[in-house]
């Protein structure tokens, strides 16, 4: 049953500095360690304020919403869960745009963070599973990642069309009989 009770109610307000400063660095600690993983040089790459705040606001925007209209099968609350907030990033880097590479005009940085944090997050929850004893495996094969590029390049994808398909590949290995 859903409380009523105000006090246990998430509400929406403005991230505060302390709260938004960690978010931003995390987020651009992850997204630095994928960049330089691929052999690019983080130092060239620029990155607008705003928008990377916006990026944030709407995921955490978004955990609000998760909490009040996704519930478990006992009724609580659900928590959004790494891969769905992974899935917003991508979705929200790619529909902000808040980075650049100042070195390479050409080269698309944000794609290849969204990329690769989309590849991330299905591997850390696919991990995850299997240390609590599922036996998930990832299904991110190059002609997959090449689909998927291409639909992050043209920004061809919803939030939950993200979400869906990064739970698609994952999948639960068969004992053999």
Not at 30 to 52: A, I, M, P
Not at 129 to 151: F, S, T
Request: charged share 30%; aromatic share 12%; hydrophobic share 35%.
């Amino acid at each position: 049953m859903i409380s009523t009770d105000i006090k246990v109610f998430p509400s929406w307000g403005a991230l505060g500095k302390t709260a938004y400063d960690k978010l931003e660095h995390d987020l651009l600690d992850e997204l630095r360690q994928f960049y330089t993983n691929r052999g690019h040089d983080w130092s060239n790459v620029k990155c607008s304020k705003e928008r990377l705040r916006e990026v944030i606001d709407m995921v955490e925007r978004r955990r609000v919403y998760f909490h009040v209209f996704h519930l478990q099968e006992d009724g609580s609350p659900m928590e959004m869960g790494e891969l769905n907030e992974a899935c917003l990033h991508c979705f929200w880097i790619l529909k902000r745009y808040p980075f650049f590479d100042a070195s390479d005009p050409e080269r698309d940085v944000n794609l290849i963070l969204a990329s690769e944090l989309f590849k991330y997050g299905v591997s850390f929850t696919a991990i995850k599973r299997r240390k609590l004893g599922c036996k998930e495996n990832v299904n991110i094969r190059p002609h997959i990642e090449k689909h998927l590029n291409h639909a992050f390049k043209f920004r061809d994808l919803s939030k939950e069309a993200l979400m869906v398909i990064a739970e698609s590949l994952i999948y639960e290995e068969q004992e053999e009989q």
